[in-house]
Structures are given as C-alpha cells and as structure tokens.
C-alpha cells in the first residue's frame, strides 16, 4: 500500500523509493495495457497462426478515451499449412484442431495465456457448415476472439493492411495498387496514402488446378473449367496431367488477371471470372505491391512446387505484366502472411445519459462489425450522401441491411433538427428501408448526439428494429465491438472495443 511518511526533520511529507516506484507502476497500468495476442488465418488454400505482445496506451485522460497501440512484436509464427479438406469438400475440423494444439504447444504458450484474439475465415472457409466447424474450435475463447468472415471485399482490405501496402504507401506518400494472389482468388486494392480507396477481386489464383494426394491433377475448380472450355481443353486427370494443356490455361488466366491489374476493358472470359463490381481508379498508381502465395514465387522467396499452378502462373504474370503495365513492383513485407495479428482490446464506460435503448432484450451483443461512416457531418447535411457513404462502407465489410452492424462516426457542428433529421433519413434509407431490418442496429457515435438521433430514428423515422445509440464512443475501420447488458446503478453500458491488429 503507498503511504505518505512524516519526516519530522524538515516539516513536510516525502515518499520512499519503493513507494515512488510502486505509484509510477500504479500510473502505468492505469494508461496502459498490454496483451498477449493471437492471429488465425485460415483459407480456401492455407491457414497460419501468430502470437504477438501488443501494448496500448490511453491517448488522453478520462475513461472513454481511446487506447492507442504504442508497440507490436511477433513472438512465434507457425509453419504455414494446406488447409484440410475432407473428401466431401467439408474443411477437416480435427486436423485443424491439431494444427492449432500443436502450434500453442510449439510456442510454449497456454490458451489461459491468451487475452485477445482474432479468426479470419476466407473462401471456402466461411461456407456455412465450414464456420460453425471453427466456431466450436474457438468456443472456449468465444468472448475473447474476434471471429471475422471475410467475403470478396473485406478480404481486399485485411490483405491491403496485413501485407503491409497501407503502410508502405503512407510510409511513401504514394499511390500503389495492390495484388493479393491467393489460391483460388486475386485481390486488388487501390490505396492512397495509407487509405484504401477502393477493392475488386476475381476468381484466379496458384491452387484453381492442383494434385490430390496420389498426384493426380483431381482438383479442378471451375474457373479452370470455364478457361478449358474456351479453349477446347478436356478437363480429366489424364488432360490435365498433360503440362502443355496445364500452360494454355495457366497462360489464359495470367492475360485475364493482368487486364484487371492494367484496368484493361474485360472480355467474355473475364467477366465470367469477376467476383466484385470493377476497381474505381480515381487515380492512377504508381507502383505495384504483391501479397498471397504466389506474391513468393514473383517476389523471389519460394522456388519449390506444391503439386498447383502456383509457380507456373507467377512466371506467365512476370512474362506478360511488365508489357503492359510499365510499374516498379515493390515488395511490402508479408507475402503469404499477409494477416492480422491477433486484436486489441479494452473497455470504455459509456455515461447513461447519453445512451439510448430501444428493445428490451437487444443487449448483451459481441463481435458487431463496425461500418465507419466517412463523412464530416460539417454544414448542412445530405441525406442521399449519408445513404450513399454508409452503404459504399457496408459494401467493404460485405454487410447487407439485414446483417448486424453498427455505425460510427464524428458528429461537428450545431445539433439543429434538420441536420439530424437528414442523418437520420439517410441511416434509415441505407440500413433498413421501409424502417425494416432483420438485425439490431448499433450507432456508435463520436460527440453528443447520440440520445436525439435515437428518439428521431425510432419515434419521428419509424424504425422498427431494436436500436442502441450511444456516444463518446471513437471507432475505426476494422474494429469490432461487444456491448454489454445496461447497468443501472451506475447507468452506464460497458463497451469493449476489439480492433484487428496488422504487423
């Protein structure tokens, strides 16, 4: 205990050392945190696993301030694996669970160790009987772990910050589009300056074509099937055994994939492998930066084969890349690990009286995506923009109106009826047309309007759904948040912020 000591020689109080030091370490924990993390990819192609020491510190004084992270350090990265397949095309749970014992194990660390961590499921991985299969993996963690399903989109942004192309372009203060060439995708995004200002993937990637364990080429995705077929390829293990049919195709879907990176207008084949609407290119990069398997093989840091077209589609994209597309291609950093480092996490008490709640039973909620709303609500308000802006941010978390979500954004300027009004007819527009929406609605808001809107979105708008607005609140791109039952006394709703952490 620290104690303040008479000294009656001088006629005034001191502290010891131990006690000076033990109120400097008492200070510390109050503004710091520091975390033991986990980071568990796991895709169509391969999964990985990372532990990491993340240390946070409160940005300023008061208990909604937001922590910040002040250092980040990998302490073990596991070997990367073929993700397990069954023969049914159902992922192999048990052999997941293995990998996952033995890299805890490898590590020397104990799950009880662990404070946060974070799943991103891709591809084939969040297929719906795939997703249950690794939420029970992780059921003992359920509160600790951000699990994240990753469609087309989001999957472009996790891989523009895990490879280290936001960085890298904010480290340069440039433009640069990135390419993530994963086993049954490619991914771009374009980022400027460290933001991503737009993504679009298509279906070619290193394992669309691949041997099963007796070597027979059996694993034909139908990508590779509509590449035969324009060519007048068979598609049977004996064809594709054949490494002369394996080229044509190969080589065909390196043009395919090089007409999205050049932003070349898309022919018939093409378009049949488009997975998201085209890349807007409101500006023209200057460099290209590379990330997925086959990013090893371009890059120079992987010469072995894997029994796929990895290796063979990497030469045919350095053949035919550099004549049509005369760009520096920089390396980011993380190839194949292009992924998150497990997530930070702390909690902020939020005062009641600027909470509000509509739907009795809407609270406890855990691992609600956050949909940043990039406006600056500044001046008078449109609500077709607002509209517009949140949907453009659902459209990057692959979120549709039904899904649960919650909003955050920075509310500037007077609170006038009329500017609340617009946001709360644009929110309602983008999240639950006709005041309709199949999930509870989450507004997290940074300033003090949070009860107005509420009372506007439910009593003036007719919303129909539950509704938590709350303030003091400041969220990111990438952040998660769970928000806990309302205590009263003291009238406050715990919330825990957990944001996807990168290397």
């Known amino acids: 205990m620290l104690q303040l000591h008479g000294d009656h020689q001088h006629g005034h109080s001191h502290?010891?050392?131990?006690?000076?030091?033990?109120?400097?370490?008492?200070?510390?924990?109050?503004?710091?945190?520091?975390?033991?993390?986990?980071?568990?990819?796991?895709?169509?192609?391969?999964?990985?696993?990372?532990?990491?020491?993340?240390?946070?510190?409160?940005?300023?004084?008061?208990?909604?301030?937001?922590?910040?992270?002040?250092?980040?350090?990998?302490?073990?990265?596991?070997?990367?694996?073929?993700?397990?397949?069954?023969?049914?095309?159902?992922?192999?749970?048990?052999?997941l669970a293995a990998f996952i014992r033995t890299s805890y194990e490898s590590a020397g660390i104990a799950r009880s160790d662990i404070d946060s961590g974070a799943v991103i499921l891709t591809g084939e991985a969040i297929k719906r009987h795939n997703a249950r299969a690794i939420d029970e993996l992780f059921a003992e963690e359920a509160g600790k772990f951000v699990c994240a399903t990753a469609g087309h989109k989001l999957e472009c942004t996790l891989a523009a910050h895990g490879s280290g192309a936001a960085k890298l372009s904010k480290d340069r203060n440039e433009c640069v589009l990135h390419v993530d060439i994963g086993g049954g995708t490619t991914k771009l995004s374009l980022i400027n300056k460290g933001e991503v200002l737009g993504v679009c993937a298509f279906a070619v990637g290193g394992r669309l074509l691949a041997q099963d364990d007796e070597g027979a080429w059996t694993r034909v995705d139908d990508s590779v099937r509509l590449v035969a077929e324009e060519l007048g390829i068979a598609t049977d293990p004996e064809s594709m055994a054949n490494e002369s049919n394996r080229k044509k195709i190969v080589t065909r879907l390196?043009?395919?994939?090089?007409?999205?990176?050049?932003?070349?207008?898309?022919?018939?084949?093409?378009?049949?492998?488009?997975?998201?609407e085209t890349l807007p290119r409101p500006m023209q990069p200057t460099a290209l930066t590379f990330s997925g398997g086959v990013s090893e093989y371009i890059l120079g840091r992987e010469?072995?084969?894997?029994?796929?077209?990895?290796?063979?589609?990497?030469?045919?994209?350095?053949?035919?890349?550099?004549?049509?597309?005369?760009?520096?291609?920089?390396?980011?950093?993380?190839?194949?690990?292009?992924?998150?480092?497990?997530?930070?996490?702390?909690?902020?008490?939020?005062?009641?009286?600027?909470?509000?709640?509509?739907?009795?039973?809407?609270?406890?909620?855990?691992?609600?995506?956050?949909?940043?709303?990039?406006?600056?609500?500044?001046?008078?308000?449109?609500?077709?923009?607002?509209?517009?802006?949140?949907?453009?941010?659902?459209?990057?978390?692959?979120?549709?109106?039904?899904?649960?979500?919650?909003?955050?954004?920075?509310?500037?300027?007077?609170?006038?009826?009329?500017?609340?009004?617009?946001?709360?007819?644009g929110i309602l527009r983008a999240v639950a047309p006709g005041g309709k929406r199949g999930a509870p609605l989450l507004l997290m808001i940074d300033g003090d309007v949070a009860r107005t809107l509420g009372h506007l979105l439910k009593h003036e708008f007719g919303l129909e759904s539950s509704l938590v607005s709350v303030d003091g609140v400041k969220l990111q791109e990438l952040d998660f948040v769970d928000v806990g039952e309302f205590l009263d006394p003291p009238g406050v709703v715990p919330v825990v912020i957990k944001s996807l952490l990168f290397s």
């Open 15 to 95: 502290m010891h050392e131990e006690d000076k030091a033990e109120l400097a370490n008492f200070i510390w924990r109050q503004e710091t945190v520091e975390l033991n993390t986990v980071g568990i990819d796991i895709g169509s192609s391969t999964s990985h696993l990372l532990f990491a020491t993340v240390r946070l510190q409160r940005r300023s004084q008061g208990l909604s301030s937001r922590f910040v992270v002040t250092h980040r350090e990998v302490v073990w990265r596991s070997p990367i694996m073929l993700t397990p397949f069954l023969s049914d095309g159902n992922i192999d749970a048990d052999k």
């Open 254 to 276: 390196a043009e395919v994939a090089v007409d999205f990176i050049s932003g070349k207008s898309l022919d018939r084949l093409g378009m049949s492998l488009q997975l998201t």
């Open 303 to 425: 010469t072995k084969e894997y029994g796929d077209i990895a290796k063979m589609l990497s030469t045919e994209l350095c053949r035919i890349l550099p004549e049509r597309l005369n760009l520096p291609m920089l390396d980011p950093g993380h190839g194949i690990r292009a992924t998150v480092i497990g997530a930070s996490q702390f909690t902020v008490q939020v005062s009641g009286k600027t909470i509000f709640l509509a739907g009795d039973s809407v609270l406890p909620v855990h691992n609600v995506p956050v949909v940043s709303v990039d406006l600056e609500f500044k001046g008078e308000i449109d609500s077709t923009s607002v509209a517009e802006t949140i949907r453009a941010g659902m459209k990057k978390m692959d979120l549709n109106h039904d899904n649960q979500m919650a909003l955050a954004f920075t509310w500037k300027g007077d609170p006038e009826y009329s500017r609340l009004a617009a946001v709360s007819e």
